[in-house]
């Protein structure tokens, strides 16, 4: 955040808390008043925005432990249009956006794999599709597969309880779905609205949404029936400028001879090409690949519930209710990117001991043939790429409950539910697929990284023209295909006993049996082997190509000299070409398709069962301690798990070389491997609440919290990856036998709640967290998969250019010389080539442990009967794992990813029909990802603001606006100048009219 942007916020913070103080003494003054809204006996119903957050309140206040909570504002209404965005309001609760809507959610630092999401206390499936370049495998539910209307409130459970499901470190998120006898009678609302996305690159950006409600009761409020429904469609686009990175390398001379390494000769002419090099002491990484990828996309929404509810005495009540959520995504990407060889080089570079780049460059000679459409003439690629990712996820929950409410304060409860979630593609390619076009003939390529936005810059050798169509030539491609599922059955049943006066509160005892089933699936398809051209550039016709501007894409960021222009192209149209041309999908180099589509038959194919029962047993107490009426409550919950795990393994049969640094396994078919697994945990927990005074809480809570590991980790075959290079392959290993990350916490807050809707609030969290997964390195060789690195024909190659031959000169060398070997540019395994040697990669639990601890501040503050008020709260999360990024990636590091402050202020306005509120909400920068390399999301901070007004009773106008000041995000490395992406950030407005009754 910019200086001035802080100051500014220094400035709001410092004016609404001083106001806010201020109404706190009056607030204070007034409680031995009688209320404002009594009037002769009679109370006002408060509405809106103030009802929403008293209702919160009282979640809060009468909660056991640590809660906070997000309610509806009326029937059909949420504070916000997606439950994540919601989520972020309250302390310690971050997102992660994807397609500029909130997906996924972090509590006080830990991750979305580290949060277990409840709908109505049962534990819910999760369909997340990944990075769609390999098998899905994350817990992680996806808030964005929800529409909000159809929801009545979200509780953040963030200390343990033994009556509620395990698997969150972070927290418990429960989403509660509205009951028609809850609120007995007709009730209902109807909303439209459109929006309009200027994030939109082309097209008409603006889209319908459409929700319901319908909730009533008959047969004197004996029978109840709700539905609800949404659909939601949106189009919208993300711009994105990317740079892939090598790893860390010293700059002291190593001699270790990495690829992409920085010359450490001071004789070569190559040395003397570079400006500052990084010396002793000091790490730098060397940029890979750079791109401008420009995305549209279009995303379709369909929620739907049913609830009928039917009570035939005062103490028995049966439910049935049904869930259904459909989200469909389609992305299309164009994008004009580099490869760099690192070669003929020039960089210039900062000071350590994090040196980052000022410039990188690289130069290339001519094209050995004669350029022009009709011929493969070589040379150096200006890549003009797109891709297609198009899928469903889709959500089922049938449920049961009945409850009867027996003699003497006896309740049982026994609850059911089936769900299942799926995510697959829904085209005749697959889920994730990319083509690959080029001009050849890029004379030197430069990326400037001393602006926001890295700056992309090519020339090309005389006589060829980027911009000319003919001259653009079809190169590699590959269609994937992936596949999740997660099946759960959970029976519960319940019981709570409330004792009438004296020490003892009540009793709850239970248990849970919970049956979960795991389908992972993934193939693919790739020709790696045509990235020099599958064909001349006359075999696609110039028509189906489209030139696409892209300084005007990036609003704010871009600057002179970056790539202005490129050509993007109809994915369909090309997809069927390179199958009709080049049978891309029917003969492909590796892998293979279903009959008649570019459908990859699954090579990955993972199935995991966890079968859970968990006892609990929860008492409660309430006494007076010092006078002063206290609470105890210590449950106790035993969990034991067990795990089924098998996995297809793809069979490798034979390696390919099929560029200077790319080599490909050749797989022939598959077998099903299977391991197995439990564990069992015993996990307490222990509130604790006094109220010293009128309206004042505090609270001490210690518990244990478990999360299990990822799908991936606990899959149980190995498996080698396609793409290997020159030093060898890599490949994975599962774990079923892995035990869960385990957390002994402990929470203390004290709460003064001086109005209806207003509180003050300040919360201390510890963590200590065991059981991390960390992994460890295998070497392997796959019977009879060998690799002509180092082989007879290397050799020869190498005695006849000379040391300082190249890959590319061994190449051609080989192809030249060893014509029996090779298939067309493909350098065939031949005998005496030595085995490739693969390091595989499993998952263990580490020794390792952590702490994270840190601070909650609220205020939430109504100004008397103005109809205005203020929400803030400041969140700080520490933990004492780091990333040291002076390492270089050789040195293997633990560090704590998702930690970070954050903040959110809110100003609203609540009277007379008339709503509005403007919302703050900033994160700061976080470390994301770990590994060999660090990858930081850099702070980032949005306004969002809304307003509506009941013009006629039942009849509500509304407006939105969604990152009012289209802020933008930016990722990087170890150094700011190591940008990983950045992308410009875009306002989304929508208005429309809601009827309610």
Not at 194 to 210: A, F, K, L, M, Q
Not at 724 to 749: A, C, E, Q, Y
Not at 930 to 946: K, L
Not at 977 to 994: I, K, L, S
Request: proline share 6%; hydrophobic share 35%; glycine share 10%.
């Amino acid at each position: 955040m910019r200086a001035s942007q802080k100051q500014w916020l220094s400035k709001f913070l410092v004016g609404t808390s001083a106001l806010s103080l201020m109404g706190i003494a009056q607030a204070a003054a007034a409680q031995e008043s009688p209320a404002e809204g009594e009037v002769n006996g009679d109370e006002i119903v408060v509405t809106g925005i103030r009802a929403s957050l008293a209702a919160s309140a009282d979640i809060k206040r009468e909660a056991q432990g640590v809660v906070d909570a997000i309610s509806a504002e009326d029937i059909g209404k949420f504070p916000d249009t997606n439950l994540a965005e919601s989520l972020q309001r309250i302390t310690g609760v971050s997102i992660d956006r994807q397609n500029g809507e909130g997906q996924l959610v972090t509590v006080r630092g830990f991750g979305p794999e580290f949060n277990l999401v409840t709908v109505n206390g049962r534990q819910v499936p999760t369909a997340l599709i990944g990075d769609g370049g390999s098998a899905p495998s994350s817990r992680s539910f996806d808030f964005a597969n929800l529409a909000s209307e159809g929801i009545a409130a979200v509780e953040v459970y963030k200390s343990g309880r033994a009556t509620m499901e395990s698997g969150g470190i972070g927290s418990t998120i429960n989403i509660r779905t509205p009951r028609p006898l809850d609120n007995p009678g007709l009730r209902g609302s109807l909303s439209v609205k459109g929006v309009y996305d200027t994030s939109r690159n082309e097209g008409n950006p603006i889209t319908p949404e459409v929700s319901g409600v319908l909730s009533t009761t008959f047969a004197d409020d004996r029978i109840g029936i709700m539905v609800a429904g949404s659909y939601q469609k949106r189009k919208s686009s993300t711009n994105t400028a990317s740079v892939g990175w090598r790893d860390a390398y010293p700059g002291a001379v190593t001699a270790e001879n990495n690829w992409g390494e920085l010359e450490e000769n001071p004789n070569s002419a190559r040395y003397g090409n570079i400006t500052n090099r990084p010396g002793d002491g000091d790490v730098y990484q060397v940029p890979q690949n750079a791109s401008y990828a420009l995305e549209d996309i279009n995303r379709e929404r369909i929620n739907g519930q049913a609830v009928l509810q039917f009570r035939p005495s005062d103490n028995l009540t049966a439910t049935v209710d049904y869930i259904y959520s459909r989200n469909t995504v389609e992305t299309r990407n164009s994008n004009v990117g580099v490869w760099f060889n690192h070669e003929d080089t020039s960089s210039a570079w900062t000071d350590g001991p994090v040196a980052g780049p000022l410039f990188y460059t690289e130069r290339f000679g001519a094209p050995p043939g004669v350029p022009g459409p009709n011929a493969l003439y070589g040379g150096k690629d200006l890549s003009y790429s797109g891709s297609l990712q198009e899928n469903r996820a889709e959500n089922k929950s049938l449920g049961f409950n009945l409850e009867w409410k027996g003699p003497d304060g006896v309740t049982i409860e026994l609850d059911a539910h089936h769900s299942t979630a799926t995510v697959k593609p829904v085209n005749r390619f697959g889920s994730s697929m990319s083509l690959g076009n080029a001009v050849f003939g890029v004379a030197n390529q430069t990326i400037n990284f001393e602006n926001d936005l890295p700056v992309i810059s090519y020339e090309m050798h005389p006589g060829i023209d980027p911009l000319d169509p003919a001259l653009i030539a079809s190169t590699g491609n590959a269609f994937r295909n992936a596949y999740f599922r997660n099946r759960i059955d959970q029976v519960q049943l319940r019981g709570q006993y409330d004792h009438d006066g004296g020490f003892l509160d009540s009793i709850d005892f239970g248990v849970s049996y919970v049956d979960s089933k795991v389908r992972s699936a993934f193939g693919t398809i790739q020709n790696d082997d045509t990235w020099g051209g599958a064909g001349p550039a006359s075999d696609i016709p110039d028509d189906i190509f489209e030139l696409v501007t892209l300084p005007d894409k990036f609003p704010g960021l871009a600057r002179p000299g970056m790539i202005q222009s490129f050509y993007g192209f109809d994915f369909e149209r090309m997809a069927d070409l390179v199958e009709q041309n080049y049978q891309a999908c029917s003969n492909p180099a590796t892998g293979s398709a279903i009959a008649g589509t570019c459908l990859a038959n699954f090579n990955t194919d993972r199935r995991i069962g966890e079968k859970t029962l968990a006892p609990y047993l929860q008492v409660a107490t309430v006494f007076d301690l010092f006078q002063n009426p206290a609470h105890l409550v210590a449950g106790i919950r035993y969990e034991t798990t067990d795990i089924a795990s098998s996995a297809l393994v793809p069979v490798p049969v034979d390696s390919i070389w099929v560029g200077d640094n790319e080599l490909n396994v050749v797989f022939e078919g598959g077998e099903f491997t299977r391991f197995k697994g439990s564990y069992d945990n015993w996990l307490p927990a222990i509130d604790f609440d006094i109220s010293p005074m009128d309206n004042v809480k505090l609270r001490a809570s210690y518990s244990h919290t478990i999360t299990r590991p990822d799908y991936a980790s606990m899959q149980g075959g190995r498996s080698i990856d396609t793409l290997f290079r020159v030093g060898g392959g890599t490949g994975s290993l599962g774990n079923p036998g892995l035990i869960p990350f385990k957390s002994k916490n402990i929470d203390l807050s004290a709460e003064w709640y001086y109005g209806r809707d207003s509180y003050v609030s300040v919360g201390y969290f510890h963590k200590d967290v065991k059981n991390f997964i960390s992994s460890t390195r295998i070497d392997y060789s796959a019977p009879g998969i060998t690799t002509p690195i180092g082989g007879p024909r290397y050799q020869a190659a190498q005695a006849a250019l000379g040391p300082d031959a190249t890959l590319a000169d061994i190449r051609q060398y080989i192809i030249a010389n060893f014509p029996d070997t090779v298939t067309g540019t493909v350098i065939n395994a031949a005998p005496g080539d030595p085995l490739v040697n693969f390091e595989i990669t499993t998952p263990i639990n580490s020794d390792q442990t952590a702490s994270i601890n840190g601070w909650e501040f609220a205020l939430q503050h109504s100004f008397w009967d103005t109809g205005f008020g203020v929400i803030l709260n400041y969140t700080i999360v520490n933990g004492d794992a780091t990333y040291d990024n002076t390492q270089p990636s050789s040195v293997a590091q633990f560090a704590l990813t998702g930690l970070s402050d954050s903040a959110n202020a809110v100003a609203y306005y609540d009277k007379n029909g008339l709503q509005a509120r403007v919302a703050w909400n900033w994160r700061d920068e976080f470390l994301s990802r770990t590994g060999p390399n660090p990858f930081y999301v850099e702070e980032y901070w949005q306004i969002d603001a809304s307003a509506s007004y009941e013009f006629i009773p039942g009849f509500t106008a509304f407006v939105e606006a969604i990152n009012l000041t289209g802020e933008g995000r930016r990722g990087h490395l170890r150094h700011k100048n190591n940008v990983d992406f950045v992308q410009p950030g875009f306002a989304r407005y929508a208005a429309g009219v809601r009827f309610s009754f």
